[in-house]
């Protein structure tokens, strides 16, 4: 069995547990190229937190950096409190899982082992969390003969090894078929459940939006928006409904009348905002009039996630 | 520290190009000495001084460019395979992995050096002894042949660390050859005091005019200069 350390969540303010994640005023030069420009956000315990933003965003730099594998050009990141560096234990307080950082010639138990002298963990817990990963028939396997999906799965062994409080992923998900991104997905709610703290970068919300309780959206480095997944997709998913009847004037009207609004355009399509295509339906029910047409036009995840990170200048 | 060694000594156990470097190793021995010996004993080797040298040559240098090779490419590889993150992650104090780096080749090149020397007597002393002629081996003469192996390794850990390049490391530790003997044509007798001059004397081979504790504390300064620019490269360089 594997043992787990649980957080203790105090709410505090409206709620929020602490956080246990800073990164205050981070920016990354690289020469002449800001990767991370004064980016500050924060993650509290006990959550699930998604790192969004499209490929260069500066996400990895950013991961990186909090993690002191990259210094900052200015500010500074801490966990808990300290720089990674200042950590006791860095391996028992912070898990991580970034690109492929395995032998391709070792095997997974090796390579396991390695980072259980690493961390000064027990060879036992090498087979558990083979175990856990649902890795153990491939344990003795070459690391190089793997498929994407068991080398993310193995990257979740080792990031687990020190048995942290939190663990940091960049992007988990990535490359993984949608067996594997539920997986990936319950696997990770699992361990929230038991207390971690966990921050995953990814660049398609689509992937973590069923996994996630808070996002930090960047775009460009800079910080967009630090929100509850609940309440950045309140935020942008107005509902957006095109309707077509004989008579637009009177829907328009109807509309009206019940708080909505609605545009009749040049083809005579009505496009109403606000108001769920259910509701239009029983308006234009009272009123008598005969619908051709009724399209729900509302944002999808996508669209919302697109609006928001869409590159206004390129990174890299 | 001890968890960060015992992290690199399972890692160099658990790839085959560590056997691999020892059958290198092996064969090396096997194949200088016996053919060496084999042809010049008795005819061109008759002098203890020179008896001895395909021994002095086999572990002095093949073995030992044999390991640097190995420990500059085993370091640089990290970066190769994008292993250096996991280990960087587990000494965030960056100079801690350099020194576990360190001391686990060097222990490394001790028991090869070692080993290599052990087989390469053993197959020197009876085909000495069958000639009627010796080794004139000392305790001194034994140590420093076995000691360029690991001073040479803690070069190439440096080399390796500061490339990053298997391929680069490997460039500069085979290019320094011609490169010192081309230096040599400028520095004349000087040239004794660069690296692989410096393996001539630490052996005592034919030619050598510096001391044997000369030469070693030369080399140990080369390994600790080497060393303590791979420190600083390591300390300021992002992992990205």
């Known amino acids: ?26 920016s990354k030069d690289y020469g002449s190229v800001r990767a991370v420009d004064r980016l500050s956000f924060s993650v509290s315990a006990g959550t699930i937190t998604g790192f969004l933003g499209a490929n260069g965003s500066g996400k990895t730099t950013t991961l990186r950096a909090l993690l ?24 028992s307080t912070v898990g991580s899982m970034l690109e492929a950082t395995t032998h391709p010639a070792r095997t997974a138990r090796n390579h396991l082992a390695m980072l259980a002298a690493e961390a000064g963990a027990s060879r036992s817990r090498v087979g558990s969390l083979l175990e856990l990963v649902e890795l153990d028939a491939a344990a003795d396997r070459r690391v190089g003969g793997f498929s994407l999906g068991m080398r993310q799965r193995l990257g979740l062994a080792g990031a687990l090894m020190g048995d942290p409080a939190v663990l940091v992923l960049d992007e988990p998900a990535n490359g993984l078929d949608p067996e ?20 995953l970068s990814s660049h398609v919300l689509a992937e973590v939006a069923q996994t996630v309780d808070d996002v930090v959206v960047i775009k460009a480095g800079r910080l967009v928006t630090q929100a509850p997944l609940d309440t950045l997709l309140a935020a942008h998913a107005s509902h957006q409904v095109r309707v077509r009847t004989a008579q637009p004037d009177v829907l328009v009207t109807a509309l009206a009348a019940a708080g909505f609004t609605g545009i009749a355009g040049p083809d005579g399509a009505v496009v109403v905002t606000g108001c769920p295509p259910e509701q239009i339906g029983r308006l234009a029910l009272e009123h008598g009039l005969v619908l051709s047409e009724i399209t729900d036009e509302t944002p999808s995840l996508e669209d919302t996630f697109l609006a928001l990170t869409t590159q206004s200048e390129e990174i890299r | 520290m001890i968890t960060l060694i015992h992290s690199q000594v399972l890692g160099l156990r658990t790839l085959r190009s560590t056997y691999g470097v020892l059958l290198g190793a092996v064969a090396a021995v096997l194949v200088m000495v016996l053919a060496d010996l084999g042809t010049n004993l008795g005819v061109a080797y008759v002098e203890p ?26 370091v640089a590889g990290d970066y190769r395979y994008g292993t250096i993150t ?14 576990a780096s360190l001391a686990t080749y060097t222990a490394f090149a001790i028991v090869v050096g070692a080993a290599a020397m052990g087989l390469a007597l053993a197959i020197a002393q009876p085909l000495v002894a069958a000639e009627d002629l010796t080794l004139g081996l000392t305790p001194v003469i034994v140590v420093s042949a076995i000691a360029t192996v690991p001073l040479f390794a803690i070069v190439g850990v440096s080399i390796g660390t500061i490339c990053r390049s298997q391929a680069a490391a490997v460039l500069v530790i085979v290019g320094w050859f011609p490169a010192e003997r081309l230096l040599g044509l400028a520095l004349g007798d000087w040239v004794a005091y660069l690296p692989y001059g410096l393996i001539n004397q630490l052996l005592g081979l034919d030619g050598a005019t510096l001391g044997r504790g000369t030469a070693v504390l030369c080399l ?6 080497s060393a303590l620019l791979a420190a600083a490269v390591l300390a300021r360089r992002d992992v990205s």
């Open chain 1, 68 to 91: 002191g594998l990259v210094a900052p050009t200015e500010g500074n990141c801490r966990i808990d409190g300290r720089r990674y560096r200042d950590l006791r234990r860095p391996l």
């Open chain 2, 49 to 74: 001084v020179e008896v001895r040298e395909p021994v002095m040559i086999t572990v002095g240098v093949i073995v030992t460019i044999i390991v640097c090779l190995y420990a500059a490419s085993g």
């Open chain 1, 180 to 199: 594997g991104i539920r997986w990936l997905r319950e696997f990770l709610r699992g361990l929230a459940a038991e207390g971690r703290t966990i921050l």
């Open chain 2, 220 to 225: 140990s300064g080369y390994a600790a200069v």
């Open chain 1, 1 to 26: 069995m594997l043992k787990t350390r649980i957080i203790q969540n105090e709410p505090t303010g409206a709620g929020r547990s602490p956080s246990i994640i800073e990164v205050d005023g981070l």
């Open chain 2, 86 to 99: 996991q280990r960087l992650l587990a000494a965030p104090r960056r100079s801690r992995l350099l020194m």
